[in-house]
């Protein structure tokens, strides 16, 4: 009981209870969701890959990459080679001098290994488009810049997908009942994602009752996948507890 009474004190103010899970700590906002490809690289005498996810998800919604071109959500695991890039898959399916620059001439611009390659382009960016912002992660709020139009991703390349409309708002209950609950909108992830990017494989909606706890997901499995490196991180208790009180 003592246990409980400690716990509700510590959770129901969301910075006190911050300091109750070890979160990761962020980088810069504009190096945020940006990763470093190198399983092959610098074995063969190129310099790591670089790669931000800010710039490319302000252009094209993550169904793009992690649907139709097939890239894991898991850095160095997809199985990337310069051929298959040149031959119109991976990078190469964009980076074509079609759609962006061709791979010819440019390998710097990919090969570089410096992880603030793309930062002097961040702050244009957020001036270009008026981003929404917010405290954390890329410091933009991405939902509401997609609502308002401030940014318009293109969806698809060649295939459009095929996906049901799903708008519903699930609450997903603690086990504990003192844990003001998690919200989870579908449709606030359907504007980025396709249902398979999630189903079943993050989530098997025929085992009903999962919790996920919180430990769970700062190891990086269910919500964690994304909320940790990638979308708004998990710093932000209340986009997730709306209940749960600032101070
Ligand atoms: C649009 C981005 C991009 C450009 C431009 C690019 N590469 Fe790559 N390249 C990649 C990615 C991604 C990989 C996979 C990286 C890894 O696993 O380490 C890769 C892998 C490689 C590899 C690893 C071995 C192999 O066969 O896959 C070599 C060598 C390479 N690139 C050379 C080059 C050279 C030379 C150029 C310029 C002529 C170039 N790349 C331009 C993205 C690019
Ligand atoms: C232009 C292509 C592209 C877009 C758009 C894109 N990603 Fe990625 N993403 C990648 C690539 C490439 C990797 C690295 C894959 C690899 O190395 O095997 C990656 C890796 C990831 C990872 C793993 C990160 C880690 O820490 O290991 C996550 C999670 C992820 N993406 C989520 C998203 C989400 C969510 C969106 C949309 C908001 C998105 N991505 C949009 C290309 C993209
Ligand atoms: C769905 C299309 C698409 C895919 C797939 C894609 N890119 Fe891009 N990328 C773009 C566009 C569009 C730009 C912006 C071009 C510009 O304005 O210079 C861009 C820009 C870049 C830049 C320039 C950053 C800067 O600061 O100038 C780098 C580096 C880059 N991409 C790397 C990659 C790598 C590496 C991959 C594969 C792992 C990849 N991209 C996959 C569309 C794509
Ligand atoms: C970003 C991840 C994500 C995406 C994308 C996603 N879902 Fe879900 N979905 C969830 C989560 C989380 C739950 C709750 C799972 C649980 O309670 O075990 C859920 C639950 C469900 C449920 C059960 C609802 C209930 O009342 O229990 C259905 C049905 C469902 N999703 C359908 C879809 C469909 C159809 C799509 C595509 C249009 C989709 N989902 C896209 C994460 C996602
Ligand atoms: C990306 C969404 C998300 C964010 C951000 C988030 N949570 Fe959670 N949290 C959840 C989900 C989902 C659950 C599990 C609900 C269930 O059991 O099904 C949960 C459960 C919890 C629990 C219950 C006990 C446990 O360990 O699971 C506590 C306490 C909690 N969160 C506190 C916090 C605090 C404090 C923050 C901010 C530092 C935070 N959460 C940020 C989604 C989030
Ligand atoms: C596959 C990736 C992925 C997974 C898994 C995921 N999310 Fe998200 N989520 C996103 C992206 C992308 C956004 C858009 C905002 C951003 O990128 O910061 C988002 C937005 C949200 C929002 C904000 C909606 C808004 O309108 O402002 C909430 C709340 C949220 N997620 C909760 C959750 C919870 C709770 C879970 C786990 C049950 C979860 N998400 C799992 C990718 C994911």
């Given at each position: 009981?003592?246990?409980?009474?400690?716990?509700?004190?510590?959770?129901?103010?969301?910075?006190?209870?911050?300091?109750?899970?070890?979160?990761?700590?962020?980088?810069?906002?504009?190096?945020?969701?940006?990763?470093?490809?190198?399983?092959?690289?610098?074995?063969?005498?190129?310099?790591?890959?670089?790669?931000?996810?800010?710039?490319?998800?302000?252009?094209?919604?993550?169904?793009?990459?992690?649907?139709?071109?097939?890239?894991?959500?898991?850095?160095?695991?997809?199985?990337?080679?310069?051929?298959?890039?040149?031959?119109?898959?991976?990078?190469?399916?964009?980076?074509?001098?079609?759609?962006?620059?061709?791979?010819?001439?440019?390998?710097?611009?990919?090969?570089?290994?410096?992880?603030?390659?793309?930062?002097?382009?961040?702050?244009?960016?957020?001036?270009?488009?008026?981003?929404?912002?917010?405290?954390?992660?890329?410091?933009?709020?991405?939902?509401?810049?997609?609502r308002s139009g401030a940014i318009k991703p293109q969806t698809y390349l060649k295939?459009?997908?095929?996906?049901?409309?799903?708008?519903?708002?699930?609450?997903?209950?603690?086990?504990?009942?003192?844990?003001?609950?998690?919200?989870?909108?579908?449709?606030?992830?359907?504007?980025?994602?396709?249902?398979?990017?999630?189903?079943?494989?993050?989530?098997?909606?025929?085992?009903?009752?999962?919790?996920?706890?919180?430990?769970?997901?700062?190891?990086?499995?269910?919500?964690?996948?994304?909320?940790?490196?990638?979308?708004?991180?998990?710093?932000?208790?209340?986009?997730?507890?709306?209940?749960?009180?600032?101070?």
């Open positions: 009981m003592t246990r409980l009474l400690l716990l509700a004190v510590l959770v129901l103010t969301a910075s006190q209870a911050g300091a109750n899970f070890a979160l990761p700590p962020l980088p810069p906002r504009e190096e945020f969701g940006t990763i470093v490809i190198d399983r092959l690289s610098s074995q063969n005498g190129q310099k790591p890959v670089v790669f931000s996810h800010w710039l490319h998800r302000s252009r094209f919604t993550c169904r793009v990459c992690h649907g139709e071109l097939e890239f894991l959500m898991k850095t160095n695991a997809t199985e990337i080679t310069e051929r298959a890039n040149r031959t119109g898959k991976y990078c190469g399916a964009c980076h074509n001098g079609k759609i962006a620059f061709r791979h010819n001439g440019n390998c710097e611009k990919c090969h570089n290994g410096d992880i603030g390659y793309s930062a002097r382009r961040f702050e244009e960016f957020l001036l270009q488009k008026a981003m929404p912002m917010t405290a954390t992660g890329n410091g933009v709020d991405w939902s509401e810049g997609l295939k459009k997908s095929q996906d049901m409309k799903f708008d519903k708002e699930l609450l997903l209950e603690a086990e504990m009942t003192i844990i003001p609950p998690a919200v989870f909108p579908h449709k606030a992830h359907t504007a980025w994602l396709d249902c398979d990017n999630c189903h079943p494989d993050l989530f098997n909606i025929k085992k009903k009752g999962t919790h996920f706890t919180m430990p769970e997901i700062l190891k990086g499995n269910y919500c964690g996948v994304c909320h940790i490196s990638i979308a708004f991180p998990m710093d932000e208790c209340r986009r997730c507890h709306p209940d749960m009180r600032d101070q």
